[in-house]
Nanobody, 121 residues
Framework: QVQVVESGGGLVQAGGSLRLSCAASGTIFSIDDMGWYRQAPGKQRESVATVTSGGSTIYADSVKGRFTISRDNAKKMVYLQMKSLKPEDTAVYYC???????????????WGQGTQVTVSS
């Protein structure tokens, strides 16, 4: 069984900071990409940031310069440091991990349950 669990969401004022954490656990052979999506009310889910197993990162234009994604491969964790938060960052943030449960099997994307981030103006 594989679990992906986020933590660290909450309520913050505009201009503030939050750090999200996500842990993958269970029967895992290897993890490729890990990252974060978000979904605001009435909007489609969008990619926020992704980090590859080698440490390369990709960010949505809307968060570049404000958010930083990082990962700890040994702990199977990914983090999202969010600074200079804006009300438009308000959303449910979902962690994803593209991983293999056994060698030679294809990788599948596993999702966390989501954590709410609310930025007040």
């Amino acid at each position: 069984q594989v679990q992906v669990v986020e933590s660290g969401g909450g309520l913050v004022q505009a201009g503030g900071s939050l750090r999200l954490s996500c842990a993958a656990s269970g029967t895992i052979f290897s993890i490729d990409d890990m990252g974060w999506y978000r979904q605001a009310p009435g909007k489609q889910r969008e990619s926020v940031a992704t980090v590859t197993s080698g440490g390369s990162t990709i960010y949505a234009d809307s968060v570049k310069g404000r958010f930083t994604i990082s990962r700890d491969n040994a702990k199977k964790m990914v983090y999202l440091q969010m600074k200079s938060l804006k009300p438009e960052d308000t959303a449910v943030y979902y962690c994803h991990a593209n991983l293999r449960v056994r060698d030679l099997l294809p990788a599948y994307v596993y999702w966390g349950q989501g954590t709410q981030v609310t930025v007040s103006s």
